[in-house]
């Protein structure tokens, strides 16, 4: 039954909401509702959106990245995304001082999603794991973690290279095999002492 006052595009938002957040344990962004109900604009979305807060059908945190939340639905955590996993600065490893004050932005999931205490996120840029179904734009969601288990996807910093790389990890004779989930690339072989363990991941966020 309508909730009276509530419009039929509001009705199929707050559906697309719940939906979503009940598929893939986060909650959609403006434009994933612009594009999944049809709708002409982001400002369109915004509208909608403001009434259904008003109306305290959603709550939502305007410093937060996908913060739309459904009052008595699962309980949600925020989850700090620390950066891009690619060639460049090193991505720290969070601390209990300081793995949310480091975040160029921050997710909010619901706590089935992040399970791990001080999980945290980053921003994939190419594709090497394209065929683990990690695309260029995907959010992975990683363990903070300095050693890992032969086939962990981890983030992997080359202290030579200066750069990090998200790859399956393997220990053989001829030192550390970093591999790609991709056809077309090679394996990257590189000395132990080369190589440090800055995550594991736990779980991928796909853009739509």
Not at 16 to 22: G, K, M, N, P, S
Request: glycine share 6%; aromatic share 4%.
């Amino acid at each position: 039954m309508r909730k009276p006052g509530t419009s039929q595009t509001r009705q199929r938002i707050l559906k697309l909401i719940r939906d979503f957040v009940e598929k893939r344990g986060y909650a959609p962004t403006v434009r994933d509702i612009m594009k999944e109900c049809n709708l002409s604009s982001t400002a369109v979305v915004q509208h909608h959106l403001n009434i259904l807060e008003r109306q305290g059908d959603i709550a939502r945190d305007a410093k937060v990245f996908r913060s739309i939340r459904l009052p008595g639905r699962k309980n949600t955590v925020q989850v700090p995304v620390l950066g891009t996993i690619a060639a460049g600065e090193p991505i720290p490893v969070p601390t209990s001082d300081t793995w949310r004050s480091e975040a160029v932005e921050t997710l909010e999931l619901t706590d089935e999603l992040a399970r791990e205490k001080e999980v945290y996120a980053l921003r994939v840029k190419g594709l090497s794991m394209i065929d683990a179904l990690i695309d260029d734009g995907d959010i992975v969601l990683m363990q903070p973690a300095s050693t890992a288990d032969d086939g962990d996807m981890v983030a992997a910093w080359l202290k030579d290279k200066e750069e990090v790389t998200l790859k399956r990890l393997f220990r053989e004779r001829q030192g550390i095999r970093l591999q790609p989930a991709n056809s077309q690339m090679m394996p990257l072989f590189v000395e132990p002492e080369n190589v440090e363990v800055q995550g594991k991941v736990v779980a991928v966020i796909r853009k739509l």
